[in-house]
């Protein structure tokens, strides 16, 4: 399909998961004249993505719904949708909604509802188009882009916005031999994986993050009564979210640190004065978070590095905290004894009948053991694009149309998202949301961080077809 560029600006979307349906949500809503948006996207439904995909009630967003409205100028949108829809769609909001962690499938139909709503409302004249196949190359001009999808289709747009969310990492010669074992989930959202392992005696998972939460949850969920080894390599254990305020924003009472160190240094003082004062060590992320994205960009790639490597575990704990409805699972299986944490490095794994021979490094030595269940708690986030095996991440990196980013993480791009080519020259028709910008804006893979991103972007591109519209008449 050729868009007509006489009769409508056109937008073309590669990705339909969240920061890809929030896009068009905000471009929809907000434009002055007429669009012709197209999302490329496999899925059936747009808005979900790996995060919202999962059918699990007790896999819960890790934030209360006050916070997690698609429109801040109306934060008690997602808390309203809750009361009116939530029932039909399978779950009961408690009293008290604004507080309430409500489940991520449901999350993800919001996202789609919302979508819908907007493609329904939009400007007179405008289109909306969901393609469903994947990109497989990109070429650019100066003033229209051309993508092939993977189902042979030319699609010409003036302006293009790559929302490509995650991706999974190659298994490595260690979960590749186990990878058909009926005793191996290599994800805690593989319902059918996850019910082999209800009679198992002892799971191991490895990572302790919030994907170990889920995975917990989920066997508690099925009636699992056996034992749970879980094992980090720094020895980090999430915990759940609780109702710490704000004490004081510490950070903007002087200038912001620019090493990974004096950061650090920082944190820990402000952590040792809230533990002095009986106060909760939670209210440590909301005073760092407003400041993380300068915190970033102000430093150079050596900190951004070495904070990556030594810091970056204890961020995550620390700033993403679980959900305490689905944290309970964990803390009842704790209190009873069936759940032990320990700082361990998994170095191997082989079958052995129906079970899982695994070999550990911990502190004390190597330790051989077998498992009636194990499953990958890591997260799988690939965001080395030079490790991507996605032949359209290949093909934008062998045409030059992209660069890595010089992090390891997403591609380059200006810190307004414009993303810049391997000769260094910045795509004015092409730009990157979400996950693609982890090296320009670190946690970019947040529900606030992308919903500011998406505003941002379609305030930009609209700008700029607004002028032309006007230039035109």
């Keep these: 399909?050729?868009?007509?560029?006489?009769?409508?600006?056109?937008?073309?979307?590669?990705?339909?998961?969240?920061?890809?349906?929030?896009?068009?949500?905000?471009?929809?809503?907000?434009?002055?004249?007429?669009?012709?948006?197209?999302?490329?996207?496999?899925r059936e439904e747009l808005g979900r993505g790996v995060a919202y995909s999962t059918v699990e009630t007790v896999h819960l967003v890790n934030g209360p719904a006050s916070t997690f409205s698609l429109h801040p100028e109306e934060p008690e949108h997602l808390v309203r949708w809750l009361g009116d829809h939530a029932p039909r769609y399978g779950w009961t909001p408690p009293a008290d909604i604004a507080s309430s962690f409500p489940p991520r499938y449901l999350y993800g139909t919001y996202v789609r509802d919302e979508l819908r709503r907007?493609?329904?409302?939009?400007?007179?004249?405008?289109?909306?188009?969901?393609?469903?196949?994947?990109?497989?190359?990109?070429?650019?001009?100066?003033?229209?882009?051309a993508i092939t999808t993977s189902e042979g289709e030319t699609i010409e747009a003036d302006e293009v916005i790559l929302a490509l969310g995650v991706f999974q990492p190659e298994l490595a010669a260690r979960e590749a031999s186990v990878a058909t074992h009926a005793a191996y989930a290599a994800s805690p959202w593989d319902s059918g994986a996850l019910d082999r392992l209800?009679?198992?005696?002892?799971?191991?998972?490895?990572?302790?993050?919030?994907?170990?939460?889920?995975?917990?949850?989920?066997?508690?969920?099925?009636?699992?009564?056996?034992?749970?080894?879980?094992?980090?390599?720094?020895?980090?254990?999430?915990?759940?979210?609780?109702?710490?305020?704000?004490?004081?924003?510490?950070?903007?009472?002087?200038?912001?640190?620019t090493t990974a160190r004096s950061l650090l240094s920082v944190v820990k003082a402000e952590r040792r004065a809230l533990a002095a004062a009986g106060k909760d060590w939670q209210a440590l992320p909301l005073a760092i978070r407003p400041h993380i994205l300068p915190l970033w960009q102000r430093a150079g790639d050596a900190e951004r590095l070495r904070f990556a490597r030594h810091l970056r575990a204890f961020w995550d704990v620390t700033a993403h905290r679980a959900a305490p409805e689905s944290y309970r699972?964990?803390?009842?299986?704790?209190?009873?004894?069936?759940?032990?944490?320990?700082?361990?490095?998994?170095?191997?794994?082989?079958?052995?009948?129906?079970?899982?021979?695994?070999?550990?490094?911990?502190?004390?030595?190597?330790?051989?053991?077998?498992?009636?269940?194990?499953?990958?708690?890591?997260?799988?986030?690939?965001?080395?694009?030079?490790?991507?095996?996605?032949?359209?991440?290949?093909?934008?990196?062998?045409?030059?149309?992209?660069?890595?980013?010089?992090?390891?993480?997403?591609?380059?791009?200006?810190?307004?998202?414009?993303?810049?080519?391997?000769?260094?020259?910045?795509?004015?028709n092409i730009s990157a949301i979400g996950h693609p910008l982890r090296g320009v804006a670190w946690e970019s893979s947040s529900i606030t961080e992308q919903r500011a991103q998406a505003i941002a972007l379609a305030d930009r591109i609209l700008g700029k077809l607004t002028l032309l519209s006007l230039i035109a008449s």
């Design 329 to 428: 699972a964990v803390s009842n299986a704790v209190t009873e004894g069936r759940l032990r944490h320990q700082p361990a490095r998994l170095l191997s794994m082989k079958p052995s009948g129906r079970l899982i021979a695994a070999t550990l490094k911990t502190r004390s030595g190597t330790e051989a053991h077998s498992f009636g269940g194990v499953i990958d708690c890591r997260g799988h986030q690939l965001h080395d694009w030079r490790r991507i095996s996605d032949p359209f991440v290949k093909n934008l990196l062998e045409s030059g149309e992209v660069r890595p980013h010089s992090t390891g993480f997403g591609i380059d791009a200006t810190e307004q998202g414009d993303v810049i080519s391997e000769e260094g020259r910045v795509h004015r």
């Design 198 to 257: 209800v009679d198992a005696e002892e799971i191991l998972l490895v990572g302790s993050s919030l994907s170990m939460v889920d995975a917990v949850a989920s066997m508690e969920a099925r009636g699992f009564r056996g034992q749970y080894r879980v094992i980090s390599r720094r020895g980090q254990f999430i915990e759940d979210r609780r109702n710490a305020t704000l004490e004081r924003d510490f950070l903007a009472e002087g200038p912001l640190p």
């Design 118 to 145: 907007a493609i329904s409302t939009a400007r007179s004249g405008s289109i909306f188009r969901h393609v469903r196949a994947s990109a497989s190359t990109l070429v650019s001009a100066p003033h229209r882009v």
């Design 1 to 42: 399909m050729h868009i007509d560029p006489h009769s409508h600006h056109s937008i073309a979307i590669i990705g339909g998961g969240f920061a890809g349906a929030l896009t068009a949500i905000k471009l929809l809503d907000r434009t002055e004249v007429p669009l012709s948006i197209t999302i490329l996207e496999p």
